[in-house]
């Protein structure tokens, strides 16, 4: 597997936990190393009747063996990193970059009061947004300064590179999506950082010449969360037809559902120099492909649809999700399609 990055192509939430926690298991990394803003991210992880929400340690931990690391350009929560630390059993095999930004109570209650982040962006108020102005204004803790993480620390570049060195599996998970990147997205309804796999590349310290494949994940049915423009953003009448409703993981606010967005799909992918697509609910397409393992197996109407995606994206579709667990997947990375 070598070094692959895994990103959000639309606003988010376009099911990178489930494709990330099947890599892992499947490719069998030895290294998982989460990239991106901080615990705004909350991705959803099925695993044998199981459902875990994640905020800030990787989704790759369902797989035992991997080394779990947060790179440096990402923002920890002490109390999320610890609760979910605990709650998985994962002290031992997880490690932080020292020079992690820290988030302090402070940067949260700003989050949640600010009329600007709050209100007008519609921020999900775990104190990102204010913990990286901090940061850039070089008055941010670091992971080094936080007594709690101790046990935690290290050099997430060094293993990062020692591991591809030693021709070993790196995964590198992005969170967050295309659509809300500070440089590329909608702005001023953005997050704090940009989302791209050149930036997840920069948070877990690997330079470009080192990564093998971007994966970048599109959803069916794209959705967004809090404020800010949807240009494909489909009436709540016919979502409710198509029987699709989603509810943020860390705010559990509503999502917005939208119809697929060929252009946004394409500048996505070119942006993120994707060299395969990873698409996500085909099943709310057409039910009756629900759990479907074999490309052969999928109906007209979602191959079509596969093919549009590989039209639109100039990029092969090589994984199609086709429900929420694990296993609910067509791996086609090793196999050609029949047409
Ligand atoms: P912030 O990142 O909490 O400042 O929120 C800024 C905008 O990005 C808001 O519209 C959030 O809903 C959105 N956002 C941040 N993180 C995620 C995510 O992981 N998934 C989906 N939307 C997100
Ligand atoms: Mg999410």
Redesign the pocket.
């Known amino acids: 597997m070598s070094a692959t990055i895994l990103v959000g192509g639309f ?3 376009e099911g990178k936990g489930k494709i990330i926690a099947y890599l892992a298991k499947h490719d069998k990394p030895s290294v998982v190393a989460r990239g991106g ?1 901080g615990p ?3 991705h959803t992880v099925e695993v044998e009747g199981k459902k875990y929400g994640l905020r800030m340690v990787p989704s790759g931990f369902v797989y035992e063996s991997a080394r779990l690391l947060v790179g440096a350009g990402v923002l920890v929560d002490p109390e999320v990193f610890k609760r979910e630390v605990s709650s998985f059993g994962l002290k031992g095999r997880i490690g932080v970059d020292w020079r992690c930004g820290i988030i302090e109570k402070k940067h949260i209650e700003e ?1 949640k009061s600010d009329a600007y ?1 709050k209100g007008k ?6 104190g ?2 204010p913990a990286n102005a901090a940061r850039a204004s070089r008055k941010a803790k670091q992971a080094k300064d936080e007594k709690e993480l101790a046990e935690f620390l290290c050099d997430v570049p060094l293993e990062v590179n020692e591991a591809l060195d030693q021709g070993k599996g790196v995964l590198v998970e992005g ?3 295309f659509g ?1 990147s500070l440089l590329y997205g909608t702005y001023p ?4 950082k940009d989302t791209t796999a050149s930036q997840m590349a920069t948070d877990v310290g690997i330079g470009p010449t080192r990564v093998d494949e971007v994966i970048v994940v599109f959803k069916s049915f794209p959705t967004r ?4 423009p949807f240009e494909t953003q489909m009436k709540e009448e016919k979502a409710n037809a198509l029987h699709i409703v989603e509810y ?1 993981t ?2 559990g606010r509503k999502r917005r559902i939208g119809e697929w967005d060929a252009k946004m799909a394409a500048y996505s992918a070119m942006i993120n120099g994707a060299t395969m697509v990873a698409l996500s609910g085909v099943d709310r397409l057409d039910p009756s492909c629900r759990g479907v393992k074999e490309y052969k197996e999928l109906s007209k109407e979602v191959k079509d649809f596969v093919a549009k995606v590989e039209h639109d994206t100039r990029v092969s579709v090589k994984l199609i999700s086709t429900g929420p667990e694990l296993s609910e997947i067509v791996d086609l990375r090793e196999e050609q399609k029949e047409k």
Do not use: K, R
């Not at 962006?121 to 775990?126: E, L, P, Q, R």
């Not at 309804?189 to 704090?192: L, W, Y």
């Open positions: 606003f988010g939430d803003v705004n991210a909350g989050d982040l962006i519609g921020s999900t108020g775990s990102c947004g969170t967050q999506g809300i309804f953005v997050t704090s969360v809090g404020e800010g943020g860390v705010t």
